[in-house]
């Protein structure tokens, strides 16, 4: 069951003020307006979505995702916020983000990606476009905006931004907050981000703290790892054929004795994409070979599908923050 951590669901009550009986929409959904706000009690997909649908009948929806954005704090994350602030950088922050969602909701996938024109920060989410979803969408991208803004410079924005679904009756909410050029009816819901503003030191970012965080979230996510067969099957046949270069969909498909519209349609019905999986497994070979001396730079980069180490270093970088040199220097130091 696709489930969203109950923070959101406060959030977006508490942001709401007067507009709407907090308490009644809170017992609504199962949650106690007097208890903790504990990241992992988790909410129901269609709940969430359900609830925020019976807002909109009381209040003006519009503005709403962009004040939950804005009113969004890194501590309220727990450590998966910690991190994020003690990344050295934003690229780093959002590479974590990526890696870690699972944490707190199993109804999206992050992905961020290097194109010629800056760093992409895509969100994957399926199902039905309804209100609830796309509120929560843009509440998503919104939080994105904030947490950069309290751990860099308020200062902080996009390049542009883009959702999938259609544009509301006003859109200059948007575009005061997000402070750039905001699409609606994009191929995507994505941001994309400068690579200047990414490089951008965190004024929190801790090394010492982000090995030890690491660790936490690793043990965390290898806890809750429900991995499909499918996805183990993939990415072991990405893993195998890497040394070649960048394995075809078609090719791993055959491999596996599927065609490749049922193999795009598989995957699809686990929330996975042949990217995504053949990102996730070129970094997990990277460093767990980077934590090993008998492989060099070199070979590190050939062996995860690079044709060159320059390629590789910037792609290691983009996922953890840091250069393959420096993550293998932190990991001897510890």
């Known amino acids: 069951m696709s489930e969203v951590t109950s923070l959101f669901a406060r959030k977006v009550v ?3 003020g007067d507009a709407v009986d907090a308490d009644d929409v809170l017992r609504s ?3 106690d307006p007097d208890g903790a706000w504990d990241p992992k009690h988790m909410l129901a997909e269609d709940v969430y979505y359900d609830m925020i649908e019976r807002m909109a009948m009381q209040m003006d929806i519009t503005p709403l995702p962009l004040v939950v954005g ?6 309220e994350y727990g450590a998966l916020g910690l991190a994020w602030k003690a990344a050295p950088n934003l690229l780093g922050s959002f590479s974590r983000v990526a890696r870690y969602a699972r944490l707190w909701t199993s109804i999206v996938q992050y992905e961020v990606e290097d194109t010629d024109e800056g760093i992409l920060f895509i969100e994957h989410r399926k199902g039905p476009r309804r209100l609830g979803m796309r509120i929560s969408i843009e509440a998503d991208l919104a939080s994105g905006v904030s947490l950069s803004r309290q751990v860099t410079t308020p200062d902080f924005a ?3 931004v883009c959702f999938k679904h259609s544009a509301p009756k006003t859109t200059d909410h948007h575009t005061a907050y997000f402070r750039c050029p905001v699409y609606f009816g994009a191929e995507r ?3 994309l981000l400068s690579r200047e ?3 951008v030191p965190n004024a929190l970012g801790d090394e010492g703290i982000t090995r030890f965080l690491i660790s936490h979230l690793d043990q965390e996510l290898s806890e809750i790892d429900d991995a499909p067969p499918l996805e183990v099957a993939t990415k072991d046949a990405i893993a195998r054929a890497l040394s070649e270069g960048l394995p075809k969909m078609a090719d791993v498909a055959r491999g596996l004795g599927l065609s490749a519209r049922s193999f795009h349609r598989r995957l699809a019905e686990h929330g996975l994409t042949f990217q995504t999986l053949t990102e996730d497994t070129r970094r997990e070979l990277a460093v767990g070979m980077l934590r090993e001396d008998q492989y060099s730079l070199s ?3 050939f062996l995860t599908g690079f044709s060159e180490q320059s390629a590789f270093t910037r792609a290691f970088k983009r996922w953890t923050g840091q250069t393959p040199a420096s993550y293998r220097k932190d990991q001897t130091v510890a």
Do not use: N, Q
């Open 14 to 16: 508490g942001v709401a």
């Open 29 to 31: 959904v199962g949650l």
């Open 70 to 75: 804005d009113a969004m704090r890194t501590d």
């Open 158 to 160: 996009p390049i542009e």
């Open 189 to 191: 819901d994505a941001m």
């Open 197 to 199: 503003s990414l490089a």
């Open 299 to 301: 070979e590190i980069a």
